[in-house]
């Protein structure tokens, strides 16, 4: 353009050697391509920054453009949506002990075991500031419970099936602890050694942030989902629990990814949550893969986001940053873009009829100020709430 305005001007309208050559400088000038140049750049990097401030290690800048255009988000339970501890949810008394004697007496017994089980137990005693009596003769019964006397009383902790052995109960358990069972909570039954005294329900503990998690995405308006290795029961209560708009129970391991697959067919965009290494094909499967930062190496390794907070919450934050960041790439383009088609014909001379020339300072100046509008747009973007 700049060679072109010179021919126009210099020969074709035989003007002075030294005014063409003024107006094809300006153009020169003018199409020098800073603000072109910083358009993307300046915004990617406020936004990476933007977005490490916020918990969230953005390790491929494509994550930023694709979460944007996101239709579902699914996580999987265990350790993501789950804290991945048993904790007690429901104490139900079936004779003349109360609640915290149940749990009580329980948590005395199962102080002395290792199993997860009798640690979400004896956690919950604990929450409650139960004093526990003590234990002696504990025995472990292999798959079934545990025993144990306290002030010479047989006491015992376990499942229906050690229950009826010592027939302290017979038929089956009743009508309230079978709907805690279809929930799919695991129930402890304790019992003296005369008669059953009561039960303990206890579940993956669903974390409080998962729920404003899935609130905060169905609000962007995008669907959450949830992916198990899990029996259908305890998946369709967490499921039930959160509200998810779908879920996927028993998957093996290896089946994740295939699960990212078919929702993708549909032509949906997804969005994989996981700790696990299981969960590293579907991380990459997925369109954005997005690890908790407490998870496995492989996991965080195979993932595009890295949570750092291990906050489910945070993916509300990145999509809505990565809109905000697409909007301002966006504006930056249309305006360097604009700045060009319109100034690149002013600096040709297309206005000279009308009296107006632009000259190369006023060429430079006007670039400069292309430059720093792209700027400082771009740094309008730290005003984004997440």
């Known amino acids: 353009v700049g060679v072109g305005t010179f021919i126009f001007w210099g020969i074709i309208m035989n003007q002075p050697t030294v005014f063409a050559l003024t107006l094809a400088i300006t153009v020169i000038v003018i199409a020098c391509p800073h603000a072109l140049g910083l358009a993307i750049p300046t915004v990617t990097t406020i936004s990476t920054t933007l977005a490490a401030k916020n918990g969230m290690l953005i390790k491929n800048a ?37 609640g915290d004697e149940i749990l009580g007496k329980a948590a005395a017994l199962e102080i002395n075991s290792e199993h997860v089980i009798a640690r ?8 409650r500031k139960i004093k526990f009596e003590k234990t002696n003769s504990f025995a472990a019964i292999p798959g079934k419970g545990a025993s144990g006397k306290i002030n010479n009383k047989v006491l015992f902790v376990g499942n229906w099936t050690l229950i009826r052995e010592k027939n302290l109960a017979q038929g089956e358990p ?16 304790v019992a003296d050694e005369k008669k059953l005294k009561g039960a303990i329900a206890l579940a993956d503990m669903i974390r409080d942030e998962s729920r404003e998690a899935v609130k905060a995405l169905k609000a962007a308006g995008v669907q959450v989902a949830m992916l198990t290795g899990d029996n259908r029961r305890v998946a369709k209560y967490v499921a039930e629990e959160l509200q998810l708009d779908t879920f996927f129970a028993e998957v093996l391991p290896g089946d994740k990814s295939e699960k990212i697959k078919e929702l993708q067919a549909k032509g949906l965009k997804v969005a994989m949550v996981g700790d696990g290494i299981n969960d590293a094909p579907a991380l990459v499967q997925s369109d954005v893969g997005i690890a908790i930062g407490a998870g496995t ?25 990565s809109r905000a960041t697409m909007s301002k790439m966006k504006q930056n383009l249309i305006w360097a873009t604009g700045y060009n088609a319109v100034a690149i014909p002013m600096a040709a001379g297309v206005l000279q009829p009308v009296g107006i020339i632009l000259r190369p300072e006023w060429g430079a100046l006007v670039m400069a100020i292309s430059s720093i509008i792209v700027v400082a747009n771009a740094l309008l973007l730290r005003k984004t709430k997440l």
Not at 176 to 187: D, H, P, Y
Not at 297 to 308: P, R, T
Request: aromatic content about 4%.
């Open 120 to 127: 979400g137990i004896v956690n919950e005693a604990q929450n």
């Open 174 to 189: 009743p009508e309230s602890i079978n709907k805690l069972a279809e929930q799919g909570k695991t129930v402890i039954f």
């Open 62 to 98: 494509e994550a930023t453009e694709r979460a944007r255009l996101l239709n579902i988000v699914v996580f999987d339970k265990t350790g993501t949506l789950t804290k991945g501890e048993f904790g007690v949810t429901d104490i139900i008394a079936l004779d003349d002990w109360s």
């Open 297 to 321: 190496d492989v996991a965080v390794e195979s993932a595009k986001v890295v949570l750092v907070k291990n906050d489910p919450r945070d993916i509300a934050k990145l999509i809505i940053l």
